[in-house]
């Protein structure tokens, strides 16, 4: 073997030892170094009232999704197809983990979810936000990820928060009404069947009387039968305020036919005048001084001229007579 041949026999060697330190040292870094590094992404949900403050016992539950810009995105736990849904309830604030092992840039999404039931609810911010993970690669072999979330100008938004304004809600209300006149006093047992109040009702809502009293219901009182026959009005669209419902029953006798008390005067009808039975009062007739007789003068007065008038007949007669006996 000559020098030339010998010569490249050690350099091919050489060549065989650098790669194996190589391979030697890629496994060292591969076991004492990270393979994998995590983040954790926080952000909160909060409830407050029209008149600004938060409120505390809000328990309302709400779903917000994580999805990924490409769906090889690393996901937390659970995720399926590059999305990942999870819930928060009341004001409270959760944190979703993410593991990364590979370097790279990744985006995602996070926002509340379209399958929310947001009825009575206003969002008074952002409901959406674009979420930037960088992962880099340590001199020492470790994964180090930088995450950061913006608004829809662009602005870095630290733990992204998701504000709701609760609005105000009305109470539907029930009251009873007699519908036959003189039984205005409704029986106990009749009261006992109001529906309860009902709550959280909003501006917009068309609200419909209770179906827990059926139209024909009866109750049996006051030597009678009530009859439930219906509700007044049959619906109400809510407006800024509480709405009322009045359920109507009327009353039968079980002697048959009504049993009204004496109706109660309603002011917007005219009044009506009931005749009386007092006798009627005697003619009067004036004196001579132009006063108004009493009714024993008024007698006396007819007595006279009767008899004043049979006086003159008398005269006349005897007047006759005599006539009669000169002529003859």
Same mark, same amino acid.
């Given at each position: 073997?000559?020098?030339?041949?010998?010569?490249?026999?050690?350099?091919?060697?050489? #060549?065989?030892?650098? #790669?194996?330190?190589?391979?030697?040292?890629?496994?060292?870094?591969?076991?004492?170094?990270?393979?994998?590094?995590?983040?954790?992404?926080?952000?909160?949900?909060?409830? #407050?009232?029209?008149?600004?403050?938060?409120? !505390?016992?809000?328990?309302?539950?709400?779903?917000?999704?994580?999805?990924?810009?490409?769906?090889?995105?690393?996901?937390?736990?659970?995720?399926?197809?590059?999305?990942?849904?999870?819930?928060?309830?009341? +004001?409270?604030?959760?944190?979703?983990?993410?593991?990364?092992?590979?370097?790279?840039?990744?985006? $995602?999404?996070?926002?509340?979810?379209?399958?929310?039931?947001?009825?009575?609810?206003?969002? !008074?911010?952002?409901?959406? $936000?674009?979420?930037?993970?960088?992962?880099?690669?340590?001199?020492?072999?470790?994964?180090?990820? &930088?995450? &950061?979330?913006?608004?829809?100008?662009?602005?870095?938004?630290?733990?992204?928060?998701?504000? $709701?304004?609760?609005?105000?809600?009305? +109470?539907?209300?029930?009251?009873?009404?007699?519908?036959?006149?003189?039984?205005?006093?409704?029986?106990?047992?009749?009261?006992?069947?109001?529906?309860?109040?009902?709550?959280?009702?909003?501006?917009?809502?068309?609200?419909?009387?209770?179906?827990?009293?059926? #139209?024909?219901?009866?109750?049996?009182?006051?030597?009678?039968?009530?009859?439930?026959?219906?509700?007044?009005?049959?619906?109400?669209?809510?407006?800024?305020?509480?709405?009322?419902?009045?359920?109507?029953?009327?009353?039968?006798?079980?002697?048959?036919?009504?049993?009204?008390?004496?109706?109660?005067?309603?002011?917007?009808?005219?009044?009506?005048?009931?005749?009386?039975?007092?006798?009627?009062?005697?003619?009067?007739?004036?004196?001579?001084?132009?006063?108004?007789?009493?009714?024993?003068?008024? !007698?006396?007065? $007819?007595?006279?001229?009767?008899?004043?008038?049979?006086?003159?007949?008398?005269?006349?007669?005897?007047?006759?007579?005599?006539?009669?006996?000169?002529?003859?």
């Amino acid at each position: 073997m000559n020098k030339k041949q010998t010569m490249k026999k050690l350099k091919m060697v050489l #060549i065989g030892c650098l #790669i194996m330190v190589s391979c030697i040292t890629e496994k060292v870094s591969l076991v004492y170094a990270d393979s994998s590094a995590s983040i954790n992404v926080l952000f909160d949900q909060e409830f #407050i009232g029209e008149g600004g403050k938060r409120i !505390t016992t809000a328990d309302r539950e709400l779903i917000y999704e994580l999805v990924a810009k490409e769906s090889s995105n690393p996901m937390p736990t659970g995720s399926v197809g590059g999305v990942y849904e999870t819930t928060l309830k009341g +004001n409270d604030a959760d944190d979703l983990k993410i593991i990364f092992d590979q370097v790279g840039k990744f985006e $995602y999404t996070l926002r509340a979810s379209a399958k929310n039931d947001l009825r009575g609810l206003i969002p !008074t911010g952002e409901t959406s $936000y674009r979420l930037e993970v960088t992962v880099l690669k340590k001199m020492s072999g470790e994964l180090e990820p &930088f995450a &950061f979330a913006f608004n829809s100008d662009g602005e870095k938004i630290l733990d992204p928060p998701f504000v $709701y304004t609760v609005q105000d809600t009305h +109470n539907v209300k029930y009251g009873f009404q007699s519908g036959t006149k003189g039984m205005g006093d409704l029986p106990q047992a009749v009261k006992d069947m109001l529906p309860a109040t009902e709550h959280g009702k909003l501006d917009g809502d068309v609200v419909t009387p209770s179906s827990s009293l059926a #139209i024909g219901t009866t109750v049996e009182a006051n030597g009678g039968t009530w009859t439930f026959i219906g509700w007044e009005p049959t619906s109400q669209t809510v407006d800024g305020e509480d709405v009322m419902f009045i359920g109507i029953w009327e009353f039968k006798s079980h002697s048959g036919g009504e049993t009204p008390k004496e109706p109660e005067h309603d002011p917007q009808s005219p009044t009506i005048k009931r005749p009386t039975s007092k006798p009627l009062a005697r003619p009067v007739a004036a004196t001579k001084k132009g006063g108004i007789a009493k009714t024993g003068d008024t !007698t006396k007065i $007819y007595t006279l001229v009767a008899l004043a008038a049979a006086s003159a007949g008398l005269v006349i007669l005897a007047v006759v007579k005599r006539r009669r006996r000169d002529e003859e």
